[in-house]
């Protein structure tokens, strides 16, 4: 009688570990533009303080207390996604 072993499987060549997102359109994906080039030059009364109960939506300007100014780019149902001078925070909104 004979057994069938299975042979350890080699790491696949296509996978992807990282959260880059995939391009199947075909077209370029379009560069995202800099902290500096969406907040930079913005006026201090175009901000609104952030609070968890506001909603935003994506192209808003805010002021959080402790990470400073930044612009909403992406907005779903309960999450914001922040670009901040120091990088991108995710935050939530609308929380009742």
Do not use: C
């Amino acid at each position: 009688m004979s057994m069938k072993r299975s042979r350890a499987r080699a790491p696949s060549r296509g996978r992807r570990d990282d959260d880059t997102p995939i391009n199947l359109g075909g077209k370029p994906a379009a560069a995202e533009k800099s902290w500096q080039e969406l907040v930079g030059d913005q006026p201090d009364d175009a901000f609104v303080t952030y609070d968890m109960k506001a909603t935003f939506a994506k192209g808003a300007l805010l002021n959080h207390a402790t990470f400073g100014k930044g612009v909403v780019v992406h907005s779903d149902s309960q999450r914001i996604e922040v670009l901040f001078a120091e990088g991108k925070k995710k935050l939530g909104h609308g929380l009742r």
